[in-house]
């Protein structure tokens, strides 16, 4: 994909991967002077303002380039069949992500769940509809289009292979995110988010996911207690670390990954220039998703009779 701009000297340019690391390194740089101050003195409102410099910056570096908006934030009317896609990919996504979070909350605690505390009182700091608006509906836009909009398509005038652009992207979104703690995991959904945008070229998709993804977690959160409940809980957590038994069964629903990730890009892919995609490519395709599958069932039980005959630990203590 070649995007070419001519300038008023008449000489041809075009956006290359450069332009995109000078607004990540720009907007990281902001992190740790004006935008982490805003967030200390006006907490969530602040992170608002932040989401609104995001947009903003990416905006700004389109027509800094000669880019067009529409190609750099391209947006169409959704398929039905693709918004499934993306509520089974972030189902898919957050039964991945959850014991791998789970894995580092056991080998690390205190700091994991110290991140999590943190963040959740940040979040609870004002009201509901404000915190939904703020964290769910704002960083679905504004940090889309930096990373999603002007950023992947820098990368995508010389890197055409959609696994090195999701990889590299995934990367660049973990280091947003700003903690080693919640690196892999922030990691792995911008390399999902990527994913969807390189094959369907619609910000809505890459949008709906994140809007999911931060609203659901708070959303099942809420759910299973009170704050008060929550806190009691984490603080357990915290002091003895997290127990096998939980983690095998986490483990083990990661089962549910292979088929719904594949089934997934199916959806996305089906109907594509017009031919006809079989579900199953092959018989081997089969057999590899049934291995993918059956794994982390062993592997989560193993850990979950592990933790009940060798572990000592109780909620309650």
């Not at 991945?96 to 999590?116: E, G, N, R």
């Not at 703020?134 to 889309?144: G, Q």
């Not at 959609?162 to 979104?173: E, K, R, S, T």
Request: aromatic share 16%.
């Amino acid at each position: 994909m070649e995007e070419h701009w001519i300038y008023e000297d008449g000489e041809k340019r075009r956006l290359k991967p450069f332009h995109g690391i000078l607004l990540f390194l720009a907007v990281m740089v902001s992190f740790y002077t004006i935008i982490a101050w805003a967030q200390m003195k006006w907490g969530m409102y602040g992170l608002a303002l932040t989401e609104l410099y995001l947009l903003a910056l990416s905006v700004l570096a389109a027509k800094f380039t000669g880019s067009s908006l529409r190609e750099i934030f391209p947006v169409k009317r959704p398929q039905w069949k693709k918004i499934f896609a993306v509520f089974l990919m972030w189902g898919s996504s957050y039964a991945l992500l959850i014991p791998i979070t789970m894995m580092m909350a056991w080998l690390f605690p205190k700091q994991m769940f110290s991140v999590s505390g943190d963040l959740n009182s940040f979040i609870t700091s004002v009201p509901p509809l404000v915190s939904v608006f703020i964290s769910c509906v704002m960083p679905a836009v504004c940090e889309e289009a930096m990373h999603r909009g002007f950023i992947l398509k820098s990368f995508q005038t010389k890197w055409k292979n959609p696994w090195i652009l999701c990889g590299a992207m995934g990367i660049l979104f973990g280091l947003f995110h700003g903690s080693i703690w919640r690196f892999l995991p922030t990691a792995l959904l911008g390399g999902v988010l990527t994913y969807l945008m390189v094959k369907t070229e619609n910000m809505i998709y890459p949008a709906l996911f994140h809007f999911i993804n931060n609203f659901m977690p708070g959303l099942l959160a809420g759910s299973s207690g009170t704050s008060a409940q929550t806190e009691q809980v984490t603080a357990v957590l915290m002091q003895n670390g997290f127990p096998l038994v939980f983690l095998g069964i986490y483990i083990a629903m990661a089962c549910v990954v292979p088929f719904g990730f594949y089934t997934g890009a199916y959806l996305l892919r089906k109907g594509e220039e017009g031919k006809i995609q079989k579900y199953l490519t092959s018989d081997k395709a089969l057999v590899f998703l049934v291995v993918l599958t059956v794994l982390p069932i062993l592997l989560g039980m193993f850990v979950f009779f592990y933790g009940i005959f060798f572990e000592n630990f109780s909620i309650l203590s």
